[in-house]
Structures are given as structure tokens and as C-alpha cells.
């Protein structure tokens, strides 16, 4: 049978009625036969039939033993930290989501966990960077915005011979394209508002572990600290994760429509999309995924934010807004947006130009949004009087 077949009919019928959806299960208590007999429920926020079986379904997404839902990335992020304790160090990838960075800096920080940002594209800057305290080695791949890429078979190595955890933030990726825990990861993390939800709109988080142990020591703290996925938000990330292999086809095909047309375009610098084959990690990335993603990212060859903002308002398909993966196509400038808070020469020099426009490409006519971008390019040259002709 198929992965996707077997993914499908994983999603159980309801056993007391044969609905063929997931019950919704919207109850804060189970009733006892007596104090501790019951019949595997007890409180909510410690187990849920609805989260439960999406649990179970992320664990068979990522290949992993255990599967734990919350109530956002970021929780999911904050639970596998408090794994960690004071004295503790990362090892984390440099060009690393900016929510990650503020909840390492701003927050661990304060309890005695130190982070050491690296390229991690160079295995031999991770290498490098480990010390006797290091614990955990954070990578995501490809990376946001300029999807950059890392080896994480090769890291896996690393990590398993200074004995520290290995988790890959997956959220870029999806599961249908890349299994980190295959390739050697300990544990997995989503931010399920992204392509897991697929139709923005939701917040979820997703952690994934290669052992019942590590995972029963996650849910420990999440029970404990709280951040659970709500049981409508678990059935409406059930509902999205049905058609994720569908969406992520058409997410990638799009993409790399978009990427080549990019590439061609004269009022374009560079393009950034690890499906071109002068992407510096567009071999590696071959090897560990089975496509390049939905996200594209692009410098104008006028690298001012003036140009970049005439860009990202100057489009009818792409909306200009924060996130990715959903069906509807976004856009985003990250330098005014997602990154403003990074000094501009610490965010110049990731790579992160004043110009650099993302784009989350979704699930519309390709030729559409070509069209989009097209007008786009025309409206900035107009208002920035660019002397490249078109
Ligand atoms: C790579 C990555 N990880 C984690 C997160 C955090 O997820 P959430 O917004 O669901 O808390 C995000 C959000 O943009 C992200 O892009």
C-alpha cells in the first residue's frame, strides 16, 4: 500500500457511529467508573481523542514513535527547550526563524542556556562550534527566507558522537518531502500553521520523536506547562494533513515554475530556491528531500527598500502578508516585516538584502500568478523609473 493510501486510511472511522470525520471530542473532563479507572481519558489538557488521533498521524507523517500537538510552533519549540537545563548550549542554525531566536536570547538565556549560531550549510562550522556543554544541535532546512541548506545526515554524525539531541525544524520542508528522523534526527518540530494546516487558518505546533521515551518526556512537560492543541484546531489539522501530499506537489511545482521565470527576469538579482541547479545546495537537497518547497525569495537588481515595497504592493494574487504554506500565494518583504527587529548589518549579512522579497507560492493557476508578478515588475519600474527595460 502507498504511503499516502496508508495515510488516509490511518484516520480511524469513529468506532460508536462510523462518522467518517473525527469526532470532535469538546470536553474539558471524562467521567471515572471510579478514582483512576476510565477509559484512557482523564483531564483534557492531559489527553484528548481528537489530539490523540492527530498525534498518532503526525507520528506516522515523520516516521517517528510519538507524536505531540500545541497550541503553536512556538510551543512546540518552548517544550522541547525544557529539555535542557542551566549550563546547557545549542548549537543553532544562524539563519534561524525569528521567533526561535527571541524565545532562545530573550527567554533561555535568562536561565542559563547559551546558543552558538553557525552556517550549518558548512558541517564543519557545526563540528567546531560543539563544546562539552553542548546538548542540543537546532537546525531547520531549507531556511527562512533564503533557503539555505543543510546536510542533516551528515549533522546527525555530529550530534550522535557528542551525544546531544538533534532536533530538525521541519516546518519549510513538510514531512512529504523530507523525514529528518530518517536521516538520523532525534526529534521533529512543526509549526503546523504552515503547510500541515495548508488553508491558513489555524495555529498549531507539532513535535515528532524518534523514541517513546524522549516523546513521553515531552509530553510530560507539555502536560505540566500546559500549551495543548485545541480538539477543533486538532480536526481542523486532520482535515488539512488529508490532502498535504495533493497540496505540496502542486506548492513545489508552482515554485519552481515561478523560480525559472524569476531567474530569467532582468529586473532580478538573484533568486533563491534550492530547486535551481546553481542553488549552493541544490545537490544535497536532491538527495535528503523528494522536491524544493513552495517558497521562493528574490533580490531586484535595484536592491532598495523603496523598490521592494513598490514590489510587494504592487500584486493582486500574492497578498502581502506574514506566513506561508496556505493555498492562497503570499508575499512578504522580511526586512521591514519578519526581520525588522535584526540590526541591518547582522540581517544584511544572512543574506537578507533590502530588497529581498519572499514569496509563499500557493495553489493558484501558475500562469496566473506568473501574470501577478508580471504586473508587479511593471508597477515598480514605473514608480522607481528603473532604466532596466523589461
Ligand atoms: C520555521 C518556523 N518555525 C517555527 C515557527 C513558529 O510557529 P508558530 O507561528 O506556529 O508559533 C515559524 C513561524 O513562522 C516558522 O516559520
Not at 506516522?60 to 517544550?79: K, M, N, R, V, Y
Not at 542551566?86 to 535568562?110: P, S, T, W
Not at 528522523?181 to 487558518?201: F, M, R
Not at 477543533?232 to 494533513?241: A, M
Amino acid at each position: 500500500m502507498s504511503t499516502i493510501t496508508q495515510l488516509i486510511h490511518s484516520i480511524p472511522v469513529d468506532p460508536q457511529t462510523g462518522a467518517i470525520a473525527v469526532p470532535i471530542y469538546q470536553t474539558s473532563t471524562f467521567v471515572q467508573e471510579a478514582p483512576g479507572v476510565n477509559k484512557g481519558y482523564d483531564y483534557a489538557r492531559t489527553n484528548n481523542p481528537t489530539r490523540e488521533t492527530l498525534e498518532k498521524i503526525a507520528a506516522q507523517l515523520e516516521a517517528g514513535a510519538t507524536g505531540i500537538a500545541f497550541s503553536s510552533g512556538l510551543a512546540a519549540i518552548d517544550a522541547i527547550l525544557k529539555l535542557l537545563q542551566y549550563g546547557d548550549e545549542i548549537v543553532a542554525v544562524d539563519d534561524i526563524y525569528g521567533g526561535a531566536f527571541r524565545l532562545f536570547n530573550k527567554v533561555y538565556a535568562k536561565f542559563g542556556i547559551k546558543v552558538t549560531y553557525v552556517d550549518t550549510s558548512d558541517v564543519q562550522a557545526v563540528f567546531n562550534a560543539i563544546t562539552p556543554a553542548t546538548k542540543l544541535i537546532w537546525l531547520e532546512t531549507p531556511t527562512n527566507p533564503t533557503l539555505k541548506i543543510s546536510d542533516i545526515k551528515a549533522i546527525a554524525k555530529i550530534a550522535a558522537a557528542s551525544k546531544c539531541l538533534f532536533c530538525v525544524d521541519n516546518t519549510f520542508a513538510s514531512p512529504v518531502l523530507q523525514q529528518p528522523l530518517e536521516l538520523g534526527a532525534d526529534i521533529v518540530v512543526h509549526s503546523a500553521t504552515k503547510y500541515l494546516g495548508g488553508h491558513s487558518d489555524l495555529i498549531a505546533g507539532l513535535v515528532v520523536t524518534k523514541t517513546a521515551e524522549l516523546g513521553a518526556e515531552i509530553k510530560f512537560y507539555q502536560n505540566a506547562c500546559g500549551a495543548i492543541l485545541s480538539p477543533f484546531d486538532s480536526f481542523l489539522l486532520i482535515r488539512g494533513i488529508e490532502t498535504l501530499h495533493l497540496r505540496i506537489r502542486q506548492h513545489c511545482a508552482n515554485a519552481q515554475a515561478i523560480a525559472e521565470y524569476l531567474e530569467q527576469h532582468p529586473l532580478v538579482d538573484k533568486v533563491f530556491y534550492p530547486g535551481l541547479t546553481n542553488h549552493p545546495g541544490h545537490e544535497i537537497a536532491k538527495q535528503q528531500s523528494k522536491g524544493f518547497g513552495g517558497i521562493v525569495s528574490f533580490t531586484l537588481k535595484d536592491d532598495t527598500e523603496a523598490a521592494a515595497l513598490a514590489f510587494v504592493t504592487g500584486t493582486q494574487y500574492f497578498k502581502l502578508a506574514e506566513s506561508l504554506g496556505g493555498v492562497k500565494s503570499l508575499l512578504c518583504h522580511p526586512a521591514s516585516m519578519t526581520h525588522k527587529s535584526i540590526p541591518d548589518e547582522k540581517r544584511r549579512a544572512v543574506g537578507v538584502a533590502d530588497s529581498l522579497v519572499r514569496l509563499s507560492v500557493g495553489l493558484e493557476e501558475p500562469a496566473d500568478l506568473l501574470t501577478d508578478l508580471d504586473l508587479a515588475f511593471h508597477k515598480i519600474q514605473r514608480s522607481t523609473g528603473s532604466v532596466l527595460s523589461l
